[in-house]
């Protein structure tokens, strides 16, 4: 899976959490529970749903990772890179 096809995923799973927002305008380097107001249940379901689409579980330790877009997308790129070996 590509970095574009991954952003496509993510924005796709924040949309759902967050339709209210211009997920297309979302500074890539902002926190996104701040930049979308979500609570943190909010962003354990959109861990979930990822978990969901991508197959990569990823463990609690794990979640600052994905606090910022170009986060998410790095790592699951890396998951993603490191499951094909």
Not at 27 to 33: E, N
Not at 52 to 68: A, C, M, Q, S, W
Request: glycine share 4%; net charge negative; no cysteine.
């Amino acid at each position: 899976m590509t970095e574009d096809e991954i952003r496509k995923v993510l924005q796709e799973e924040l949309g759902n959490i967050a339709p209210e927002m211009d997920i297309e305008k979302l500074d890539d380097t902002a926190d996104l529970r701040e930049a979308l107001d979500i609570d943190s249940i909010d962003f354990l379901n959109f861990v979930t749903a990822l978990h969901k689409r991508l197959g990569i579980d990823v463990p609690e330790l794990d979640y600052p990772k994905l606090f910022t877009f170009n986060g998410a997308v790095s790592y699951f790129a890396r998951k993603l890179e490191g499951a094909k070996i």
